[in-house]
């Protein structure tokens, strides 16, 4: 066995970086990617920079303690992103819009499309086809007023 591992030399650490990637593709938790891109880089340096077998130890050791927090600051920094936050509150993001209502509000409750959606709206009593603000959502009722 020894042997072997000795015989393929820097490929051991090329193997082992597709192994581990591998494992990610099968149980997925984007840890061991990162384990697996760091054994890649140290066999790529390996072939053009000779380097024993301890450094090359090390170098791997190195570069796996840094990616994963590496790797998590930058996950964390793209979750913080504001272009998703009214995901799964769509209601919310219709706040503060103008719209025309389609049918009259009588007894309080009128309809408006909103893009390909009929929308029941609840406010005071106004014709159809006035402009009317959007002025709060709670679930798939909308509160408007006169624009």
Same mark, same amino acid.
């Given at each position: 066995m020894l042997d072997t591992l000795s015989a393929l030399g820097n490929w051991n650490w090329l193997i082992l970086g597709v192994v581990l990637m591998g494992i990610e593709t099968i149980m997925p938790g984007v840890f061991m990617f990162w384990?697996?891109?760091a054994a890649?880089?140290?066999g790529i340096l390996s072939f053009g /920079?000779?380097?024993s077998w301890q450094m090359q130890l090390v170098g791997f050791a190195l570069l796996a303690i840094s990616m994963v927090p590496l790797w998590?600051?930058?996950a964390a920094r793209a979750s913080?992103?504001?272009d998703n936050q009214f995901l799964?509150?769509?209601t919310q993001e219709l706040v503060g819009q103008l719209v025309t209502l389609d049918t009259a509000i009588v007894n309080g409750v009128g309809t408006v499309k909103i893009g390909?959606? /009929?929308w029941r709206v609840?406010?005071?009593a106004l014709e159809a086809g006035t402009q009317v603000k959007i002025e709060t959502a709670d679930g798939a009722r909308l509160r408007v007023g006169p624009a």
């Open positions: 384990l697996g891109l890649l880089i140290v /920079v000779t380097i998590r600051h930058f913080d992103r504001a799964n509150r769509r390909d959606t /009929v609840e406010g005071p």
